[in-house]
């Protein structure tokens, strides 16, 4: 059986979506990267936004249109607006995230297939536009906080953490298969450990991970800032350990954080902020920023947008307030009208962009090292490569090989379009 699987939203989506496709091929299936070549998709939906909720709306309509007739949807848009889903061209069945084990069995019982079939659980990258040279893997599921704007919780449920015998299996398979990235993800990844009782904290399970498999890079993928203290510290030491850290803040206004039921204000988060980079100068810090919260007034928006060029963030999301049902915020008065959440989003974007080309510039004429992820052929002999340093700066450089998953050194040597562009070492 030929499979398309498609991913939509955070890494820990595709996470979840690499695994299938190590079940799939260990029962002797083909995963395929274009949809006019499957006999099933298998979509992993988002809803942490209404673009998003959008966007998986879009990838079904387009996959059905492709001519696919069997589409299993699961994710957390599955899981919030079942009636919808089910509603759309092709979908013949769909699984909440409490159910999304249960795709691969039922699938075996209908097709009549039998698993089993291959011993191999090594990880391969996904064909088509999934496909990511770095490994993600599951560490963490759910969250235990109480943010009044955040669907997710609602969609994924309380905080489970993975067992570090699945996480070690995980990490294993990604490194045979020939991985030089492991990020580890979930939802609420900084929670990890706490519910399993064995004394065990995220920085713990990194340090194991580094000693017992040698990683060439470990990233982590989003900590709430809340959750880091000291014993991070020691991690970030390591080598192996990616230069890289996201910390949502939100928003930079203090009454804006208490009517999202943020656990941390402005003057804990910058305190932060300042024991990083005093420790470690070159660590990029991205965030995610919200505009428009209900309640959100202009001298709120004033204050965020100051204390955000404060603190010179690497790079970051921002994402205009849209209200999910079942949310506290929902039911929130003092809405934002949409023109306003434009125009604030637009300024704060230019912000990030403004500090984000700061933070690139202090690399001007240093050499980092790359991995490289995607590989654009220009002709019979030259070849376009764009990677991810490890502090999270994407390089593209012109060479003559193809490259890919492989790590260079590179001389950054301009800046062009926002993009560092380099030469290989």
């Not at 979930?186 to 991970?209: A, E, H, M, Y």
Request: contains cysteine; aromatic residues 8%; glycine residues 6%.
């Amino acid at each position: 059986m030929k499979v398309f699987l498609e991913s939509i939203g955070c890494r820990l989506n595709l996470s979840e979506i690499e695994k299938i496709a190590a079940e799939l091929r260990n029962a002797g299936h083909e995963i395929v990267g274009d949809t006019s070549d499957a006999d099933i998709a298998i979509v992993n939906t988002c809803a942490v936004t209404s673009s998003a909720s959008a966007d998986s709306r879009k990838s079904i309509r387009r996959i059905a249109n492709s001519g696919c007739e069997k589409i299993y949807v699961t994710g957390c848009y599955a899981t919030v607006a079942p009636e919808t889903v089910i509603d759309l061209p092709s979908v013949v069945s769909l699984y909440s995230n409490d159910g999304k084990k249960d795709i691969i069995t039922d699938l075996f019982e209908q097709f009549q297939i039998q698993p089993g079939i291959s011993t191999s659980v090594v990880r391969e990258p996904l064909p088509g536009k999934n496909h990511r040279t770095r490994a993600f893997i599951k560490a963490q599921d759910g969250c235990d906080n109480h943010c009044t704007f955040c669907l997710t919780r609602i969609a994924r449920g309380k905080s489970v953490s993975q067992t570090k015998t699945e996480i070690f299996v995980d990490v294993e398979n990604a490194l045979k298969g020939g991985a030089k990235e492991i990020v580890l993800t979930g939802v609420n990844l900084g929670s990890w450990g706490k519910d399993l009782r064995d004394g065990f904290t995220l920085p713990k399970l990194i340090s194991q991970i580094i000693n017992r498999y040698s990683p060439n890079r470990i990233r982590l993928s989003s900590l709430e800032p809340w959750d880091i203290d000291r014993s991070y510290f020691r991690v970030f030491e390591h080598p192996s350990f990616c230069q890289h850290l996201h910390l949502p803040l939100q928003s930079g206004s203090d009454v804006v954080l208490m009517k999202m039921g943020r656990k941390m204000l402005t003057k804990e988060y910058q305190e932060l902020i300042q024991n990083i980079r005093s420790d470690f100068p070159e660590m990029a810090i991205t965030t995610d920023l919200m505009v428009g919260f209900p309640g959100e007034s202009e001298k709120d928006f004033i204050e965020s947008i100051a204390f955000v060029k404060n603190l010179n963030f690497s790079g970051g999301h921002v994402f205009r307030y849209s209200p999910r049902p079942g949310t506290p915020a929902a039911k929130m008065d003092k809405i934002v009208q949409e023109k306003e959440k434009i125009y604030r989003s637009k300024k704060m974007r230019q912000v990030i962009a403004d500090s984000e080309d700061q933070y690139k510039k202090k690399f001007l004429n240093k050499k980092l090292s790359v991995l490289w992820e995607k590989i654009e052929k220009q002709d019979k002999e030259n070849y376009l490569l764009s990677g991810l340093t490890g502090n999270y700066l994407r390089v593209t450089v012109a060479a003559h090989e193809d490259l890919q998953n492989m790590i260079s050194e590179v001389q950054i040597i301009k800046i062009e379009n926002n993009h560092l562009l380099g030469q290989i070492v």
